[in-house]
T-cell receptor, first 113, second 113 residues
Framework: KNQVEQSPQSLIILEGKNCTLQCNYTVSPFSNLRWYKQDTGRGPVSLTIMTFSENTKSNGRYTATLDADTKQSSLHITASQLSDSASYIC????????????FGPGTRLSVLP | EADIYQTPRYLVIGTGKKITLECSQTMGHDKMYWYQQDPGMELHLIHYSYGVNSTEKGDLSSESTVSRIRTEHFPLTLESARPSHTSQYLC????????????FGPGTRLTVT
């Protein structure tokens, strides 16, 4: 069964600190992996998109890595800000046709002053 | 910022009422999706459309219906709302070239009393 697991379920850090969120998937075949940020009560917003051949991609203070062999991805947040408080969702697609998306449960990040 | 809109943003309604949640996008995307998300939980696909006059049910059983008469418009209708329908409803769209890249609307928070 295609699944996406994320850890930790929730995380609390102090402003200015770094953190890393994990995503493990069993989706096969694999086409692409995306990380989304979802603020409370809002829709998800795309942070990064990685295909099979990419193993790292950055978007400002967000850096995603992908190991397609071990089927793991991580999202590293540098110098966290209060506005980083949100849920971070990992989504894996087995194709490029927009037909199948496997969503992870998300990691809830809280950044405290 | 994605050009996908949902109205209303918040709705409180009594049991048995008929409601329609609106979703519109101005990006010319052919694929559109409806997701249901309970607080702190993952997104579940309830309906999707690959184009005008095309609609399919998703993985999560839903008592709602959808229509796709125009490319830009994908409304979701509940004929008789029940408290179990209380949830957040997210609309998304994706284009042909990068079909795996979904853009989400801000969501509609529905409460059925």
């Amino acid at each position: 069964k295609n699944q996406v697991e994320q850890s930790p379920q929730s995380l609390i850090i102090l402003e200015g600190k770094n953190c890393t969120l994990q995503c493990n998937y069993t989706v096969s075949p694999f086409s692409n992996l995306r990380w989304y940020k979802q603020d409370t009560g809002r829709g998800p917003v795309s942070l990064t998109i990685m295909t099979f051949s990419e193993n790292t991609k950055s978007n400002g203070r967000y850096t995603a890595t992908l190991d397609a062999d071990t089927k793991q991805s991580s999202l590293h947040i540098t110098a966290s800000q209060l506005s980083d408080s949100a849920s971070y969702i990992c989504v894996v697609s087995p194709d490029n046709y927009g037909q199948n998306f496997v969503f992870g449960p998300g990691t809830r990040l809280s950044v405290l002053p | 910022e994605a050009d996908i809109y949902q109205t209303p943003r918040y709705l409180v309604i009594g049991t048995g009422k008929k409601i329609t949640l609106e979703c519109s996008q101005t990006m010319g995307h052919d694929k559109m999706y409806w997701y249901q998300q309970d607080p702190g939980m993952e997104l579940h696909l309830i309906h999707y459309s690959y184009g005008v006059n095309s609609t399919e049910k998703g993985d999560l059983s839903s008592e709602s219906t959808v229509s796709r008469i125009r490319t830009e418009h994908f409304p979701l209708t509940l004929e008789s709302a029940r408290p179990s329908h209380t949830s957040q409803y997210l609309c998304a769209s994706s284009g042909t070239a990068r079909a795996y890249e979904q853009y989400f609307g801000p969501g509609t928070r529905l409460t059925v009393t």
